[in-house]
């Protein structure tokens, strides 16, 4: 019996990767747990594993008094000595304890005591697991859908963890079995679930930027530099790139040979909108460039400490530089750091002529 116990240790060990030791303490825990309520509450149980002989013993501690007053951990020196002549006042007397005296009830307790540990030992792994991912993608298995949340169950290989509704792509349609890639916003202990909790998205500007990383070799390599991503999770996404070599261009490297590289992140999150824009150290260029794809004129840099500029446009790129709902500036924005007023040409040259910003009256005009 007991060889097959720690054949089923290596077994285990192997499976779930969980060190034979942790178990081995586990299972002391829960035999001394066991027969200390078998024996009475205040009894002293010692549980001996040896998994090179294996072989288990369990003893039950008493010490040796003049007179006993608790026959749970005293025993007197007349008794003492019987098993022992050596005892005296104050020894430690062990008897072994036979595992076939223990009844249902402390076993069931001892078979709780250890699937508690080996839950807590799974935990501790996947929260390690988790937090070596965390700002990391992971390709994850849609396992249920819940109706009434819309929120999704999917398996990360590791344990299964939910894509709440507003982490999820707006519009998107997940089916059972579908692998979709996710990223781990954040990794902590629940303290009512008792284990790891994963926060995963499908809508952080870090699943984009991750996307890049994995499919961009020149990425990878660190010939190309990601330098800011702004986003509109299923609509627009803005990713500033930059190059490390002159003779690699970092929007063509982004987007690849027949736009295969560009097309595979934009499937990937459901047809969403890609502006790759290069960087720029000058903050006027880099802004301009931001706003595309309308076309801007210039950039005045009002307040460089308080972040603060101007874009001027024509009246036919005023709508294509704000975009649907402000969302094209209000990525831009995001991206560059800086607040920006959108002005046409026609109302830049109305300021100019008025330069205290008092607009013309009626009759003036």
Known sequence: MNKEFFEALDLFEKEKGISKEYIIERVQAALENAYKHELGGQALIRVNIDPVKSDIKVYRQRTVVEEVTNEITEISLEEAKTLNKRHKIGSVVESEVKPKNLRRLSAMGAKSVFIQGIREAERSMMLREYEEKKEEIVTATVDKIDPETGDVIVDTGTSRVTLKRDEQIPGEVYTVNQKIKVFIMEVKKDNTQRGPLATISRT??????????????EIQDGTVVIKGVSREAGVRTKIAVMSRDENVDPIGACIGSK???????????????????????????YISKALAPATVNDVIIINAAEKTCRAVVDSDQLSLAIGKKGLNARLAAILTGYKIDIKTTADDIAEANYPDEVAPSEDEQ
């Open 204 to 217: 952080h500007a870090g699943l984009v930027k991750r996307l890049f990383e994995l499919e961009i070799p």
């Open 259 to 285: 736009r295969m590289r560009i097309n595979s992140i934009t499937d990937e999150l459901g047809g969403e909108k890609i502006d790759i824009i290069k960087y720029s150290e000058d903050p006027a260029e």
